[in-house]
């Protein structure tokens, strides 16, 4: 009965379809719907932000990937996935020495990311 009831334009249930979509291999193109029905400006909840950079990184939109990690350190500033985001998708882009200053300052507090130990010094 409360599904029923959800807003579908709330960002945690439109995140949660992304997710199932991801999950499924679905059509890029309905993924793509979806995120853009996301007001991210809006959003409290950390999710929306780390679902659709996944989903950039799969694409391999990696300068989009970093605009969105980007809002989620904004709007969390200590929240690691978004750090790590940044850190491994500058890596992706060659652009290693940007890559370091986000990896060292996510390492500093979780010293064994599994996501970011490749690029431990």
Do not use: C
Not at 85 to 99: E, P
């Amino acid at each position: 009965k409360q599904a029923k009831n959800t807003d579908p334009e709330n960002p945690l249930f439109l995140a949660l379809s992304s997710y199932l979509l991801m999950s499924q291999n679905r059509d890029i193109a309905q993924l793509d719907q979806i995120f853009s029905l996301i007001n991210y400006e809006e959003s409290n909840y950390p999710l929306p932000f780390i679902l659709k950079a996944h989903f950039l990184e799969e694409k391999e939109e990696w300068e989009n990937a970093i605009k969105v990690w980007e809002k989620l350190v904004a709007f969390e500033p200590n929240n690691l996935s978004g750090i790590a985001g940044i850190a491994f998708n500058n890596y992706q882009l060659g652009k290693i020495s940007v890559g370091n200053i986000y990896a060292k300052k996510a390492l500093e507090d979780y010293p064994y990311y599994i996501k970011l130990l490749p690029y431990k010094e």
